[in-house]
């Protein structure tokens, strides 16, 4: 007994018109017919037909298919290590254009309309790690006030953010400074530094009480990513995140009096 069209078809999950393809192609062809004429195939039909399945699955054309499948001399195993580097270069490829469309995704969610080349010139090594980046986006996309100030962000020129990152170059010497120095961390010095680095968040973009400045300086100590954006790797000191949220934390208590800024 023989297996209908129909039911191969459901059986290898593929169209009937695909079967009959392969039958005009030469690749498939039912081995019996029925009394009233139609196709039939056998377990050996089945059996070949999981082959061709199996190549188009790893992509091989039909052509190919059928001359591995027909001649008795053709190497399997030839035609299965070229098309596994076939694979393996396309997967390369892909895997770049991937990188490329999440880079071009996250760019989009740090709210810096700049070119590559105009970012490299403008930020130089202080640059946003775009994971961190996009993980900021999606934790706080449905706040108010990350929505404003990725809003602010979005309207900066470059002239902007060059002016903005030459001040934060400058204070962030002097915060080191400080630090080198052992200044204590809640003396004036330092308190007097993190409030500067507030004063920049709320003039570049968004209003920052001295609460939501400990949050962010609590992200700086916690997430290298995070305190990257206003210290390059290279200029980091261990314990140098801490001390900025310690100045920080320092400078909300001195700042709870009513002449707060």
């Not at 005009?24 to 050996?44: E, F, I, Q, V």
């Not at 962000?153 to 030459?166: F, I, P, R, V």
Request: aromatic share 8%.
């Amino acid at each position: 007994m023989g297996y209908s069209v129909g039911q191969v078809s459901a059986a290898a999950g593929i169209t009937v018109r695909t079967l009959h393809h392969y039958d005009k192609a030469g690749l498939l062809s039912p081995t019996d017919r029925s009394p009233a004429g139609y196709r039939l195939y056998s377990d050996a039909d089945l059996a070949r037909l999981q082959q061709i399945l199996f190549y188009r699955e790893l992509g091989f054309p039909l052509d190919e298919i059928a001359t591995i499948l027909e001649d008795p001399q053709a190497n399997a195993l030839d035609h299965l290590r070229a098309r596994h580097r076939l694979l393996n270069e396309q997967i390369t490829k892909l895997q770049r254009l991937v990188e490329v469309a999440e880079q071009a995704m996250e760019v989009q969610q740090t709210g810096v309309e700049l070119s590559p080349e105009e970012r490299f010139e403008v930020f130089g090594e202080v640059a946003f790690d775009l994971t961190y980046a996009t993980e900021t986006q999606l934790k706080w996309h449905d706040r108010e006030g990350h929505r404003h100030a990725m809003a602010r962000a979005a309207t900066h020129s470059k002239e902007d953010w060059a002016q903005l990152m030459a001040e934060a170059a400058e204070w962030r010497q002097r915060l080191i400074a400080a630090f080198d120095a052992e200044d204590p961390a809640d003396g004036e010095r330092a308190t007097d530094l993190a409030e500067e680095h507030r004063q920049s968040i709320i003039r570049w973009f968004i209003p920052c009480p001295t609460d939501m400045h400990g949050r962010i300086a609590d992200d700086f100590a916690a997430d290298p990513r995070a305190f990257a954006l206003i210290v390059p790797p290279s200029e980091q000191r261990p314990g140098l995140a801490s001390y900025l949220r310690t100045a920080v934390h320092a400078n909300a208590v001195r700042q709870s009096s009513p002449g707060e800024a």
